[in-house]
Structure formats: structure tokens, C-alpha cells
């Protein structure tokens, strides 16, 4: 599940406007994740309500593109075709038979390789400007040795989501029928 942040609170990152919107997201996220989970633990199957970004069985972002929320972004978020990449995720893990979603591949990888926005605005520098190999696979690789510990050392961070061109309000549709366009 993504949970939209208010660009508003988030356009002056990283400052305390930002970091109590993505508490404030990271809270409603939690709480959405907690009622799905009652909702089938009552129906008789296991679920676990999970939230971003500390799960401990789980990563979020993997799922979150298999489940079809979006491409990886080159920030190392999802980017999303309506909300961007200005969101946070939460969960359920269940043993509740479902139907699995397709991953949502509709350009965003491609756009990621000529745009530098998120690269050139990250203050640690943790964002690779091209995909590396990680776990032998090509994509993009954001090095959080850098990345964590100027996050820590700010209280937060989030520049990399907000320069994001798909995360403007009402820019991605827009993008999304330019690149349509060109193909």
C-alpha cells in the first residue's frame, strides 16, 4: 500500500516539515496495515501488518514492484505513474489465497537513465548516476553508508523524492503521455 505525501510539507527537505509529514505518512501506513491484517486475521488467516522501512522478514520495495506499485527509481524508491516517488509503503504478509498483480513497468527505468535531478541533489552524493551491479543483477544502487548516516545526522533527508520530476503534483500523468509519445 503507498501513502502520499503532501509535497507542500516535503518541498523544503530536509527540515522538520518533512520529517513530521513522513512520520505523519509512516503512521497512517501503519495503521492502514494494522485494519487490513484484523480484517483477514477475522476472516480466519494469518497477516502481519508491516510498515517502512525497518520490517525485519521482508523488504518492501521488492514486493511493493512485484505487487505493481512501480519502477525502481534510481533514488532507490519506487517511482509510481500517479503519485511518483512521494509516498511510503506499508503491508500485510497472509496466508490468505490471492491473485497476484504484474510489476507496472511503464518507463520510468528508461527516463531514470538520462535524468540526473536526484544524483546531483543528494548532499551525501549516495546516488549512483548509472546502474551497478548489486547481487548479480544491474539496477539502480543508492549506497547507504552515505546515504543512512547523513539522514541520521539531519533527522531526515527525503531531497531525493522530492527533486524527482514524477513526484511534482500533476506531472506524472504528463510525463507519462510525453514518453508515450516518443514511442
Given amino acids: 500500500m503507498g501513502f502520499a505525501h503532501d509535497y ?36 480466519g488467516h494469518v497477516a502481519e501488518g508491516k510498515v517502512g522501512p525497518n520490517t525485519d522478514d521482508v523488504l518492501m520495495i521488492p514486493a511493493a514492484i512485484e505487487a505493481g506499485l512501480g519502477e525502481l527509481g534510481k533514488h532507490g524508491s519506487i517511482i509510481n505513474r500517479e503519485l511518483g516517488s512521494n509516498f511510503r509503503l ?37 546516488i549512483f548516476r548509472e546502474k551497478q551491479m548489486v547481487r548479480g543483477e544491474t539496477k539502480w544502487y543508492v549506497d547507504f553508508d552515505k546515504c543512512v548516516p547523513y539522514f541520521v545526522d539531519n533527522k531526515t533527508c527525503g531531497l531525493c523524492l522530492v527533486v524527482c ?18 514511442i
Fill in 90 to 126: 506499508s503491508m500485510v504478509t497472509t496466508d490468505l489465497p490471492v491473485i497476484p498483480d504484474k510489476p507496472d513497468v511503464f518507463g520510468a527505468d528508461v527516463f531514470c537513465e538520462s535524468c540526473q535531478l536526484c544524483s546531483s541533489a543528494c548532499p551525501p552524493d549516495a
Fill in 8 to 43: 507542500a510539507e516535503m518541498d523544503g527537505a530536509p527540515d522538520d516539515d518533512a520529517y513530521i509529514e513522513v512520520m505523519r505518512q509512516y503512521a497512517r501506513a501503519g495503521n492502514a496495515a494494522k485494519h487490513l491484517a484484523n480484517w483477514i486475521q477475522g476472516r
Fill in 165 to 182: 520530476p514524477w513526484s511534482r503534483p500533476g506531472i506524472a500523468p504528463n510525463l507519462l503521455k510525453k514518453m508515450a509519445k516518443r
